[in-house]
């Protein structure tokens, strides 16, 4: 069975870095399309980015892109979201997701696996 678990998440300081971690499991992940989202109290659960797992475009919401990065360990079936100058608006409890031949798919729908989440708490 396909599992993603999260780690990673923490308080920190505005300005400050967090890489989270999402180990991937139950199956090998070629041909499929990983995505980080988030979800912030009262809000729906948003793109964060996508990442071709064998490789490609690698693509961010506008809110993240400079400041947020994407990359995985294909041995260790590792996916890393790098945080760095992070705002107090990050905070929020962050999802790695899995999906085949989604290609750009930024809605949540799509996405067939998902793990539990991290929280992310960036104070002032």
């Known amino acids: 069975q396909v599992q993603l678990v999260e780690s990673g998440g923490g308080l920190v300081q505005a300005g400050g870095s967090l890489r989270l971690s999402c180990a991937a499991s139950g199956r090998t992940f070629s041909g499929y399309t990983m995505g980080w989202f988030r979800q912030a109290p009262g809000k729906e659960r948003e793109f964060v980015g996508t990442?071709?797992?064998?490789?490609?475009?690698?693509s961010f919401a506008d809110s993240v892109k400079g400041r947020f990065s994407i990359f995985n360990d294909n041995a260790k079936n590792m996916l890393y979201l790098q945080m760095n100058s992070l705002k107090p608006e990050d905070t929020a409890v962050y999802y790695c997701?899995?999906?085949?031949?989604?290609?750009?798919?930024?809605?949540?729908?799509?996405?067939?696996?998902w793990g539990q989440g991290t929280q992310v708490t960036v104070s002032s």
């Open positions: 997701a899995a999906g085949y031949g989604l290609g750009r798919q930024i809605s949540p729908t799509g996405y067939a696996y």
């Open positions: 990442f071709p797992w064998s490789g490609g475009i690698i």
